[in-house]
């Protein structure tokens, strides 16, 4: 049985940090990119950043040089390390496992930016 499990989301206030953490279980880990995704309310979820199995990166405008993502294959657990965060940044955080054939969602973890 697949799961995906995000943790770490919470509140803090303006220019703060978090590290949200993504465990994957029941999958080939290191063959997946682990993208995390961000959804406010009234919008549509959005690609916030991705990581391929080799470690190549992306990152969505809206957080370059704020946002950092990982992965830990041995532990089978992605990371999305937010720094200087902003109000904008609230938002649900859903953690996606894409594989070749499949992908599987997380729940998502919510973080709120405010003062």
């Known amino acids: 049985q697949v799961q995906v499990v995000e943790s770490g989301g919470g509140l803090v206030q303006p220019g703060g940090s978090l590290r949200l953490s993504c465990e994957a279980s029941?999958?080939?880990?290191?063959?997946?990119?682990m993208g995390w995704y961000r959804q406010a309310p009234g919008k549509q979820r959005e690609l916030v950043a991705f990581i391929t199995g080799g470690s190549s990166t992306n990152y969505a405008d809206s957080v370059k040089g704020r946002f950092t993502i990982s992965r830990d294959n041995a532990k089978m657990t992605a990371y999305l390390q937010m720094n200087s965060l902003k109000p904008e940044d609230t938002a649900v955080y859903y953690c996606?496992?894409?594989?070749?054939?499949?992908?599987?969602w997380g729940q998502g973890t919510q973080v709120t930016v405010s003062s």
């Open positions: 029941g999958i080939n880990f290191s063959f997946y990119t």
């Open positions: 996606k496992a894409q594989g070749r054939l499949d992908d599987y």
